[in-house]
């Protein structure tokens, strides 16, 4: 008997896969998936947006992103899959963030390590205050 898990959707405990999800949710995903895959297969809805399938489909909206960042429903076949960055809002179809967040986090990073740098060494320049102070009260 392999591992045990809780399924990340239903909580239920099942034999770990290489998926966080139990068998039967992924059947689900799976007939949901082909719910909102024969909506957007037909040519009138190909230029649906998130939205408009939530609409039609009753899918759950975050499920679509879902098949939309695991690439199951490609931007390239359907332009207006598109959610938005989780930093800024702009549309994206992959990932978590647009390209220019991910440019911008890289550098607030080492923006960030420069600013604890700093901080670190006021630090220490309040601590040797403190020292002198200290020392100059008592005598
Ligand atoms: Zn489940
Ligand atoms: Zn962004």
Known sequence: MGELANCARCDKVFVKTTKSV???????????FQIVYNFLKKRENRQAT???????TEVK????LQFVKDNRLRSTQFPNLSYPCERC?????????????????SSDLRHEQELQRIKR??????????RTYFTRNKN
Do not use: F, S, Y
């Open 22 to 32: 139990c068998p039967e949710c992924i059947k689900e995903d799976e007939r949901l």
């Open 61 to 64: 909206e975050d499920l679509i």
């Open 50 to 56: 998130i939205p408009e399938i939530v609409e039609a």
């Open 121 to 130: 060494k006021n630090q220490e320049e309040e601590n040797k205050k403190a």
């Open 89 to 105: 809002g702009e549309p994206i179809a992959r990932g978590k963030l647009c390209d220019n967040c991910t440019t911008d986090i």
